[in-house]
């Protein structure tokens, strides 16, 4: 059980970015959002995230710049830290612990080395009172920091952040529970509140939602439940206070944000529409309506040139000059249910699940990025609460990824339901799926299983769909008529099976195709999918058979099944029952890579994974409570690199790993120790590589790198190291703080050296690449899809490029090179600090 | 409580007419308030907004505005008249001429020596306020276009008038104009119609602020002629604007029905540099806010949908007491319903007519709270129109119901009524004694012997009425020297006593057959709104305006002991915290301890052989009461009995019969027959 310790569960991927509000760097620059147990760095220029902020043992719960230091970060989480963080190069600058679960963190510029937390409420223990803390940062040099100077400021605060905003230059912070704002003055060390009527005679809900102060005058804006916003003015005095209101969102506000001038009121909500008040003259207001999804947070950036928006599907919109939507990131899409199973596509090895309505998504895990939305339905999707539409409830890839089933549906009141079967087919020049065959009505009713032989790569590729009308179809990819002059096959139903008029559940493929199981209510039957014959029947009463996996490589003799008590291995040479444990299964899934299978069982209120091999009935792994609740979407995805893990327990790692989705709609995966020190080792890497972010600097860099990178691979005849060379100068000199560089007329000289040499060696290249680099520099103002997608390749480009600068700068001595380097690597905070004050 | 026979009257079509103008004299107290008919009515508003008077209206005369100087209350109207009021005889005293056309508003300076009239022809007219009269001292600079609204610098030295386009401010002095500041056109069609300047304030710190009918609130310097602000308040117009005392707020009242507060706050606390913040928005309207006063604690606005609203500010009242409570004042505080008691008749008094209705009648019997099949439907009698120009201000009608009687402001009418089952006659009583001129109340003797009616100087002239000739007995008068007008008579059902209260406060009770004054009620702070002599004990009951119920013994000239008692006891604070008084006593003449009275939303019979409900006992528990045990019920019962089946109650009387008439005019049937209100977008609609 030592080794079991070692695998955690982690959020590695398609966690929500819009969990807390996003941060925009001083320079607009950088967005930064938590995510999961990171904070994530995106630029806000090409959408890409730049660097991640790891640490956290636990969901990250807020993140904050520092208000002394705009290049420094503060995020608090769950694990009773507070981290300090540059975030430009990823470096942890200091651990201060807290010890209690944090939930949301705010400073303000005038409080100088406090920040405030929000904890749950020590006093009584009640689960839902929180308490607002200050917390006086020590100033020392090290790492890890106690902390111990906690001073309660306001009891009975929210736990909601947004609930919780500092006034004009931290005079005073206003904070809203329930239908109670309370306004706490600092200097006089005493609060005012003000309370609503909960419910005035109109009906209208008078609970607030989301606060936020005016930053020069005192003015403090409430949004509220009936989609009121209330702009609370002469709140010092206890009485004579007064209040504005203002009413346009029909839902409730769920976020107001003043820009930092205070000229505009920034408000959302459920309408997915960004209002824009000018403050003073409220009646002018500017809208920019359609952002796809119901808005949770806004952002604005320091100096109020960008706007963010966060949406409840996992979104987050950063416009520009509050009238242009100028870059979207996209996380995960899991919305409130899962329909389709999770699934792996087999050529971009891409997380495939439904997504916005009627589409399936795909989404890296590697790269942690929504790849494509692929459209299944094809209809206009309409918000409106109480309308049927199509949604995709089902979809199945075959092996080698070439082809596409899916399944949508549309149930009605009162109506029978609607379904479509619809095969895609990858389009090799398009790169994408394209509609093939649309089957409407495949079935009677609803379809309650699909699935493709996975071993279609000789034969042509059947796909069996089980519906609750009774039976079970075979659809084929059937070669055209010859006399008509239609473009490709299209696929058709090639056999219809039933058994005893008893409703097929599940289904399933043996890995080489070769068997086709069947389970009808407690029997199993197995079919041979070449002459469609009943080979076997299998049942092990009492209770339906819900799962069905066939073993893999060394166990693909065996068949294992589940029931609402048992968990059954059938050996399909002798037809009978291998062994069967009781347990209460919910998912069963085989890995596609080894034999493992995993199987996720409920007991208690809470999931335990089982790992093991059909050959034993011997759990390889095993997990209690791996997340409360029941779990039944999960997938194997198989790694890119194969882990070489020696110890036991964490074996069935090595080749694939296993995301399953929790009843709360959250990614997990399974993490080893060893996997997490890599993974921490090489993003420090990396801060030292590619510290530069997206600039039109870095792209000048970037042009020059891979031309050098990619010149040597394409021939050997222009070989030109040159270019690259060239750049290492220009590198040191844009990551080192100008502050700390050294004067500009010795830095000049060598600059120009450097520029001197790559000259000599090939003149007739850079012509062109300079005014390719032009031309590139104009496109990325677009924001061109060519320039994110080779955003990708880039990391790994940049290390060997790197290492080539490094063995041969001519320009500089080596002296000099380490020299810079040393300069550079020094902490330069202090400085800013002493600047700041 | 008993059970009674209700005849439940719906068929008085009540309609209030639309507030025009408003004015509050701060240092009384008083709000005098003009109706489109020209009625001009006064709230004591230090007296929980009792209406204390009524100046009827006339035909032709549309007051647009309204000023009080000192004690004195001035109005204008499109008829081109500057009016002055007699508030003791209730009449206007006497009309001059502006000769320039429709006036538009009227304005008094704060040092109340000068009255300025804005009229049609663009001339400011300035009147001298004489002792007794006033007189026209000059004209200022005259303008194109009509002035529309005035408004005086609290020095006096300046004033600022808002036109057609544009505001002008003067030189009071001088009389010339020193700035002309125009104000922006409505945007879109309206670009072409010109912006009235509906009304305009000038505060002491030189600001000039206007309300438009672009919909806009703007605030101006009033030194330099330049705008500072504005903000665009509703699509329509703002009709009116409102200054509180202390100039730290401003209240402005549109076409939307809504009520507008600004108020001068310091953007950041302690810091002097203020700016108007537009906060709180009041909408206690259907239809356009026509008339706004921004008093100490509250808003008070009126319009066209005729209900006065008083809003308290919650900043300056203390919470959760009577005055912060938001009243509407929708009925007249006076009863404009007779009843012939023994005949079973009712007499309605409009502005115009009287409608004189026979009551149903039904034969059957059933269980409480069932509708009795109606044998004989209520029939219109008579539809009498008053003669002259002057609208009726009282009329009465005799118990067997065989006289008729109105006043206008110049002349009483008496008419002798003979009805038999299906044939009516009117006759009218053509010879009156010259003493019944001017009345301001008129009151039958119980055995329709007599006719009472109250003259100036609370006197109270006593006619003698019979089939040949009706001729003057006397005229009661009293010593206290109050000249207030009297608004109560009550005889006693004996014939012996009659009891008349003006708005002094005071009661006096008169001996009709010694002639002369018995006795007077000692003076209590409050108005009293309802006066009634018990037959049997005659001791008399009075009702004021702070819901306070007495007894006095006209007997031993003092208090009951039940009176004693409920003092020192005190009313049950659900009582006093009622927001309409009582506007009629009655008594039971079957059961002698029981008090029949009524206000706008309940009527109420006080027992007063029960003892009296103490505060923390629940005051209305009828309906408590009825599921409890007889011993229980017994145990736990109050003098206190309140019926609230009955709404918008414009009178309750108990006929002979002993069956009992509610007369109600629902809101809604008032609200129905108001014209449309502006357009107004409803999200979801």
Not at chain 1, 275 to 297: C, D, K, M
Not at chain 2, 104 to 131: H, R
Not at chain 2, 169 to 197: C, N, P, Q, W, Y
């Amino acid at each position: 059980m030592v080794e079991q310790a070692e695998i955690r569960v982690v959020r590695q991927g398609g966690s929500k970015i819009t969990f807390r509000e996003p941060v925009i760097s001083s320079d607009s620059r950088f967005l930064l959002c938590a995510s999961g147990h990171t904070v994530k760095v995106f630029s806000t220029v090409t959408e890409e995230c730049v660097q991640e902020l790891r640490g956290h043992t636990d969901l990250v719960t807020g993140v904050l710049l520092r208000p002394s230091n705009h290049l420094q970060v503060y995020s608090c989480s769950a694990d009773g830290t507070v981290r300090l963080w540059d975030f430009t190069d990823g470096i942890l600058i200091r651990t201060y612990v807290i010890g209690y679960p944090i939930f949301s963190i705010f400073a303000s510029a005038s409080h100088d080395g406090v920040v405030f937390i929000v904890t749950a409420s020590q006093r009584d223990n009640r689960s839902d009172a929180f308490q607002l803390v200050a917390v006086h940062l020590p100033a020392c040099a090290d790492q890890l920091v106690e902390t111990t100077e906690l001073s309660a400021v306001l009891g009975d605060v929210s736990a909601n952040p947004a609930a919780i905003a500092f006034g004009r230059a931290g005079e005073y912070l206003a904070s809203a529970n329930g239908s109670q704002l309370e306004v706490y003055f600092f200097k006089k060390k005493k609060s005012h509140r003000f309370s609503l009527k909960d419910e005035n005679k109109n009906g209208g809900r008078n609970t607030l939602t989301c606060v936020a102060c005016h930053p020069t005058d005192d003015c403090v804006a409430t949004g509220h439940e009936d989609g009121k916003i209330r702009l609370w003015r002469n709140f010092s005095h206890r009485k004579e206070y007064t209040y504005s209101t203002l009413h346009w969102h029909h839902g409730a506000v769920a976020s107001l944000r003043f820009t930092p001038e205070g000229s505009n009121l920034l408000s959302g909500g459920l309408e997915s529409v960004l209002v824009q008040w000018r403050y003073e003259q409220e009646s002018q207001r500017n809208f920019l309506p359609r952002l796809g999804a119901a808005i949770t947070h806004i952002a604005v950036s320091p100096d109020g040139s960008r706007f963010c928006t966060s949406h409840s599907d996992n979104k987050i919109t950063i416009i520009q000059s509050c009238v242009k939507v100028s870059s979207i990131i996209q996380g995960l899409v899991t919305g409130d249910e899962v329909q389709t199973d999770l699934m792996v596509d087999p050529r971009s090895k891409a997380l495939v699940l439904n997504g916005k309505p009627g589409h399936l998504q795909f989404y890296s895990l590697q790269r942690d990025k929504l790849l494509f939305n692929l459209d299944i339905v094809q209809q206009e999707f309409i918000h409106q609460s109480g309308l049927d539409q199509y949604q995709v409830v089902r979809a199945a890839f075959d092996g080698s990824g070439s082809w596409l089933a899916t399944v949508e549906e549309r149930k009605q009141k009162a109506a029978e339901v609607e379904v479509n079967l619809k095969l895609w087919a990858f389009d090799d020049h398009t790169q994408s799926f394209v509609l093939n065959t649309t089957i409407a009505a495949p079935h009677e009713a609803r379809i309650s299983g699909l699935c493709f032989d996975p071993a279609a790569g000789s034969r042509t590729a059947v796909l069996v769909s089980s519906s609750a009308d009774g039976h079970f179809k075979a659809w084929r990819l059937a070669a055209p008529p010859a006399h008509t002059d239609d473009e490709g096959a299209s696929w058709s139903c090639d056999f219809v099976g039933a058994y005893h008029g008893l409703v097929p559940g599940c289904c399933s493929f043996s890995a080489d195709g070769s068997l086709l199981a069947v389970s009808f209510q407690e029997v199993v039957t197995v079919w041979s999918p070449a002459s469609w014959e009943l080979l076997a029947t299998l049942s092990q009463p009492p209770g339906d058979v819900r799962n069905l996996c066939f073993g893999r490589l060394s166990c693909s003799k065996y068949l294992l099944g589940t029931t609402t008590k048992l968990l059954c291995c059938w050996n399909l040479l002798t037809c009978s029952l291998e062994w069967s444990t009781s347990m209460e299964v919910s998912l069963l899934l085989a890995d596609p890579l080894s034999e493992n299978m995993a199987a996720f069982c409920h007991q208690d209120g809470s999931a335990d994974l089982f790992v093991f091999k059909p050959s034993e009935p011997l759990p390889l792994f095993s997990q209690k409570a791996v997340c409360p609740g029941r779990v039944t979407r999960a997938v194997f995805a198989p790694r890119e690199v194969m882990l070489e893990s020696c110890e036991e327990s964490s074996q069935w790692l090595n080749r694939s790993r296993l995301y399953f989705l929790t009843p709360q709609m959250d990614l997990l995966t399974f993490s080893t120790k060893a996997e997490e020190q890599s993974l921490l080792a090489s993003s420090k890497q990396l801060v030292i590589d590619d510290a530069v972010a997206m600039t039109p600097f870095y792209l000048l860099l970037g042009k020059h790198q891979r031309s050098g990178a990619e010149a040597p691979a394409g021939g050997p005849s222009s070989g030109s190291p040159a270019l690259p060379q060239s750049s290492a100068a220009v590198r040191e000199l844009l990551q080192t703080p100008a502050h700390v560089l050294p004067a500009a007329s010795f830095l000049c000289s060598a600059f120009l050296e450097s520029l001197l040499i790559s000259v000599t060696d090939d003149r007739e290249e850079t012509g062109p690449a300079d005014q390719e680099m032009e031309s590139e520099k104009e496109e990325e103002e677009e924001g061109s899809d060519e320039e994110t997608g080779a955003g990708g390749t880039r990391p790994e480009e940049a290390p060997s490029g790197g290492a080539q600068t490094e063995g041969a700068a001519p320009g500089l001595t080596r002296t000099q090179v380490r020299e810079l380097r040393r300069v550079r690597k020094l902490d330069h905070s202090w400085l800013a600090r002493i600047l700041d004050s | 409580m008993g059970e009674f026979k209700v005849h439940r009257v719906r068929f008085f079509d009540y309609m209030p007419s639309a507030i025009r103008a408003m004015a509050f004299n701060s240092h009384t107290e008083r709000l005098a308030v003009a109706r489109a008919d020209g009625a001009v009515e006064i709230f004591n508003f230090a007296d929980n907004y009792f209406q204390e008077k009524v100046i009827p209206g006339r035909d032709g005369r549309a007051v647009e505005a309204l000023c009080w100087v000192g004690r004195r209350l001035f109005s204008a109207g499109l008829d081109g008249e500057l009016t002055e009021y007699d508030l003791e005889n209730l009449r206007p005293k006497y009309s001059i001429e502006a000769y320039g056309g429709p006036v538009w508003t009227i304005s008094g300076n704060s040092q109340g020596t000068l009255l300025a009239a804005g009229c049609e022809d663009g001339t400011v007219k300035m009147f001298e306020i004489l002792d007794e009269r006033i007189q026209f001292q000059r004209n200022l600079d005259r303008q194109k276009g009509r002035i529309i609204s005035l408004a005086w610098h609290p020095s006096g030295t300046k004033m600022a008038a808002g036109m057609m386009d544009m505001i002008r401010i003067f030189d009071t002095e001088t009389g010339s104009a020193t700035h002309r500041m125009l104000v922006e056109r409505g945007a879109g069609a309206s670009k072409s119609k010109e912006v009235v300047v509906w009304s305009v304030a000038f505060l002491s710190d030189h600001t000039v602020i206007s309300g438009d009918s672009a919909g806009k609130f703007q605030i101006w310097d009033g030194s330099t002629g330049t705008l500072i602000r504005s903000h665009p308040v509703t699509k329509w117009d703002v009709l009116v604007l409102s200054v509180s005392q202390d100039e730290s707020s401003v209240i402005a009242g549109t076409s939307e029905g809504t009520v507008v507060q600004f108020q001068f706050i310091a953007s950041t606390a302690g810091q002097e540099d203020k700016h108007w913040f537009r906060t709180r928005t009041f909408k206690n309207h259907s239809h356009d806010v026509r008339a706004l006063v921004h008093t100490d604690t509250a808003v008070v606005s009126g319009g066209m949908d005729t209900q006065l609203v008083v809003r308290p500010l919650l900043d300056k009242v203390e919470k959760n007491t009577q005055e912060s409570a938001l009243r509407k004042i929708a009925f007249p505080h006076r009863n404009l319903v007779s009843c012939a008691k023994k005949a079973g008749l009712l007499l309605f008094q409009f502005p115009d007519h009287l409608e004189l209705w026979r009551l149903g009648e039904s034969d059957g019997n059933g269980a409480p709270g069932e509708i009795l099949p109606v044998k004989r439907k209520p029939e219109k009698l008579i539809q009498l129109k008053r003669k002259g120009e002057d609208h009726i201000c009282c009329s009465a009608l005799s118990p067997c119901g065989s006289w008729l009687a109105y006043s206008t402001v110049s002349s009483v009418r008496l008419y002798r009524l003979t009805l038999s089952s299906n044939s009516v006659s009117i006759q009218k009583v053509s010879k009156l004694p010259k003493e019944l001129r001017s009345v301001h109340q008129l009151c039958f003797s119980l055995d329709s012997s007599r006719l009472f009616a109250s003259s100036s100087l609370s006197s109270v002239v006593v006619v003698a009425l019979d089939q040949t000739e009706c001729r003057c007995l006397h005229t009661l008068k009293h010593k206290s020297g109050s000249k207030q007008p009297i608004h109560i008579l009550c005889p006693s059902e004996d014939g012996r006593w009659l009891a008349a209260a003006n708005t002094d406060c005071e009661i006096h009770v008169f001996d009709l057959h010694k002639k002369k004054l018995h006795c007077s009620v000692p003076a209590y702070s409050s108005c009293p709104t309802a006066v009634s002599i018990h037959p049997a004990s005659c001791s008399l009951v009075s009702v004021h305006a702070d819901q306070q119920i007495f007894e006095f013994s006209l007997k031993q000239k003092e208090y009951t002991e039940w009176s004693r008692q409920l003092q020192r006891q005190g009313l049950h604070p659900l009582w006093l915290q009622r927001d309409t008084p009582v506007t009629r006593v009655t008594f039971n003449p079957t059961n002698p301890a029981h008090i029949v009275l009524h206000d706008a939303f309940m009527f109420c019979i006080i027992d007063q052989s029960l003892p009296l409900p103490k505060a923390e006992t629940k005051l209305y528990n009828q309906m408590v009461l009825r599921s409890f045990p007889q011993p229980q019920r017994s145990r736990e019962s109050h003098a206190f009995k309140i019926c609230k089946n009955f709404q918008h109650l414009l009178s309750v009387t108990l006929l002979e019969d002993l069956s009992l008439v509610v007369v109600e005019r629902p809101l809604l049937d008032i609200v129905s027959q108001l014209p449309a209100p502006v357009r107004q977008k409803k999200f979801a609609t």
